[in-house]
C-alpha cells in the first residue's frame, strides 16, 4: 500500500519533503524488493505456543500487490508492472469462491479455503480491482479490465445478497466468517455475520468495526457508477452505501453518533488519552458474552484496559469515511 501511495503521489503536481522523482524511486525499489522476497518476510504466529511459523501468501498480499503494480503500470507504463498487476488480478479471481447451491460467494483468505473477512477494509480488494480495470482500460490485456469490473460488481452483489438474508433493519453489512480451529473444514465451518468472531487468529483482536463499514460504502458507491451495472443494482448499492455512513453517526441500536463532536452519545476513551473531534472511534461489536447480540462498550468494560474495542479512535475510520463521502452520490 505504501507502493501504491508513493507511486500515485509521484504524479501529482505537488510534492513535499521529497521530489516526485524520489517518490517513484522509492516505490520502484520497494516493489522490486517485494517481487523478489515477499515470501520470506510473510510469517504466522502459533496462537497456543506464541512461536513464529511460516506463512503462504493471503490475499491481503494479492489485493496490495494489485494497487502497488497497477499505480506503477500507470507512473511508469512499463510492461513487468503490466504482468504483474495481472498476475495478482488473474489471483483473486481464483480465490473468490461460488457456493454451488447459489448462496453469496466470498473470498478465500489462504489456500485452505478459509473465506477471507476483515475488521478493517473489506472494500479494499474491490477498490484495487476498480483501480486496475481504470488503468488497464485502453490498454491490450484480453478485456481483463472489464472482467475485473464484473468480479467487483460480483462481490457487491453477493454482499447486498448476504446482507438482506436476515431482518436487518439497519442494512448493515455482514460477513463470511470462521472461527480460528476452524481450518480442517473451513467452508463447512463458515457462517455469514454482522461482525467477525473473537475467536480468530490474532488471539485477541476484534473491535468495532467501523473503518471496515466505511470502506465498503466506498466499494459499493464505486461499482454502482460502474456502466455494467442496472440502475435497480445502482439503487441497491447506494442504499447500502449511505447504510454503513448512517450507522457510524447514530443509525443503530444504540443511538449513538461515533463522529466525536457531532450528533449525541459520542463516547470518551480514557482520561489520558481523550478522544478529539472529528476522529471516529471503533465502534459496536458482537457482544463478547453472546456473539448472536451486539455490544458498545458496556459499563464493566467502561474505563477498564479492554474499552479500547469500542472507545479508541483510529485514523483508518476517518480515513475511509472521508473518502466514503466523497464517492458516495
Not at 458507491?221 to 435497480?232: G, M, N, P, T, W
Request: proline share 5%.
Amino acid at each position: 500500500m505504501a507502493i501504491a501511495a508513493l507511486a500515485r503521489a509521484s504524479q501529482q503536481e505537488r510534492h513535499g519533503t521529497f521530489t516526485s522523482t524520489e517518490y517513484l524511486e522509492a516505490a520502484t525499489s520497494a516493489f522490486l524488493d517485494l517481487e523478489k522476497n515477499n515470501r520470506s518476510y510473510l510469517f504466522g504466529i502459533n496462537i497456543e505456543t506464541g512461536d513464529i511459523i511460516g506463512s503462504s501468501e493471503s490475499i491481503v498480499d494479492d489485493y496490495c500487490a494489485l494497487l502497488a503494480a497497477t499505480e506503477l503500470f500507470a507512473a511508469q507504463h512499463r510492461q513487468k508492472y503490466a504482468e504483474a498487476a495481472i498476475r495478482r488480478f488473474h489471483n483473486l479471481l481464483v480465490r473468490y469462491h461460488n457456493p454451488s447451491d447459489g448462496s453469496p460467494g466470498w473470498f478465500t483468505a489462504w489456500n485452505d479455503g478459509r473465506p477471507w473477512f476483515s475488521n478493517v477494509e473489506s472494500g479494499l480488494p474491490i477498490v484495487a480491482l476498480l483501480r486496475f480495470a481504470e488503468v488497464f482500460h485502453n490498454v491490450d490485456v484480453d478485456g481483463l479490465d472489464l472482467d475485473a469490473q464484473r468480479l467487483a460488481a460480483r462481490v457487491m452483489k453477493d454482499t447486498l445478497r448476504r446482507t438482506a438474508r436476515i431482518a436487518n433493519p439497519f442494512g448493515l453489512a455482514r460477513q463470511r466468517v470462521v472461527e480460528t480451529g476452524s481450518s480442517a473444514a473451513p467452508t463447512a465451518q463458515a457462517r455469514d455475520e454482522f461482525f467477525i468472531p473473537h475467536v480468530n487468529e490474532t488471539g485477541f483482536w476484534w473491535q468495532g468495526e467501523n473503518a471496515n463499514l466505511a470502506s465498503l460504502s466506498v466499494a459499493a458507491a464505486r461499482v454502482a457508477s460502474l456502466d455494467i451495472i442496472s440502475e435497480k443494482d445502482a439503487a441497491r448499492l447506494g442504499e447500502f452505501s449511505m447504510d454503513q455512513l448512517e450507522w457510524i453517526i447514530g443509525r443503530n441500536p444504540f443511538g449513538i453518533c461515533m463522529l466525536q463532536g457531532r450528533g449525541q452519545g459520542s463516547p470518551e476513551y480514557l482520561t489520558e488519552y481523550p478522544n478529539l473531534p472529528g476522529g471516529i472511534v471503533n465502534g459496536v461489536t458482537a457482544d463478547p458474552d453472546d456473539p448472536d447480540a451486539v455490544a458498545f462498550l458496556p459499563a464493566e468494560y467502561s474505563g477498564g484496559p479492554d474499552s479500547w474495542r469500542w472507545a479508541e479512535q483510529w485514523i483508518p475510520h476517518a480515513g475511509w469515511y472521508l473518502l466514503a463521502l466523497s464517492v458516495t452520490p
